[in-house]
């Protein structure tokens, strides 16, 4: 990962301070677009982030206080294993907006999961730049678990990196009928019976 010079300049300096960001664009029940984020911070703040893909920078706010409550280490690896993390979340708030709300009054199924990461100046708690893309992906599942009497539960969201898109495969059969669906083609009109056609190739035919 390309680090851009004032982080590069933080991370060398070793006087930082680390958080996270989580973002869930998911949908309302009634299939409106419905953006949910959380960070590792106190207070809830309005962070300008570059989504994946993108290049323009966003601004999003982010709920704190202990909404997301735990973030797995992130592995950097080249490939297109579709590598999954879990995010502990915050299960005692039912406010809308809050990680309970999200998972159980609107459907993040499959929503698009973003984690950044921000570096922050200790001794003026400002960013010393935007947060860099971690992770990027799909949400797999959601699971509480409910505390026992003087225990504590939990809220957990599980999301597949995005290289889970490369794993789809494509349902359509490769045949004449199939391919007549793009605007009338018949690429493939003599696939049913080429295999049955007999070619003789450097020799006269007896």
Do not use: C
């Not at 300049?9 to 959380?38: H, I, N, P």
């Not at 299960?91 to 459907?107: A, I, K």
């Amino acid at each position: 990962m390309t680090y851009d010079p004032e982080t590069t300049t933080a991370l060398a300096s070793g006087a930082l301070v680390l958080r996270d960001f989580l973002t869930v664009q998911g949908k309302t029940l009634g299939g409106g677009a419905a953006t949910f984020a959380y960070w590792t911070g106190e207070d809830n703040i309005a962070v300008n982030v570059v989504p994946a893909g993108g290049e323009t920078p966003q601004s999003r706010n982010f709920v704190g206080g202990g909404t997301l409550l735990s973030v797995p280490d992130v592995i950097d690896a080249i490939g297109l294993e579709a590598r999954g993390v879990t995010f502990g979340l915050d299960q005692t708030s039912t406010v809308v907006g809050s990680p309970m709300d999200m998972v159980f009054g609107n459907n993040v199924r499959v929503a698009r999961v973003e984690l950044h990461r921000g570096v922050f100046d200790p001794a003026t708690w400002n960013l010393v730049a935007a947060p860099h893309l971690l992770f990027a992906g799909r949400v797999d599942g959601a699971e509480l678990n409910d505390a026992e009497a003087g225990g504590e539960g939990s809220l957990s969201l599980t999301a597949q990196a995005s290289a889970i898109d490369l794993t789809k495969t494509n349902p359509a059969m490769e045949s004449d009928e199939q391919q007549q669906l793009r605007s009338g083609d018949r690429f493939r009109r003599y696939g049913d019976t080429a295999g049955q056609v007999e070619t003789w190739w450097g020799q006269a035919r007896s």
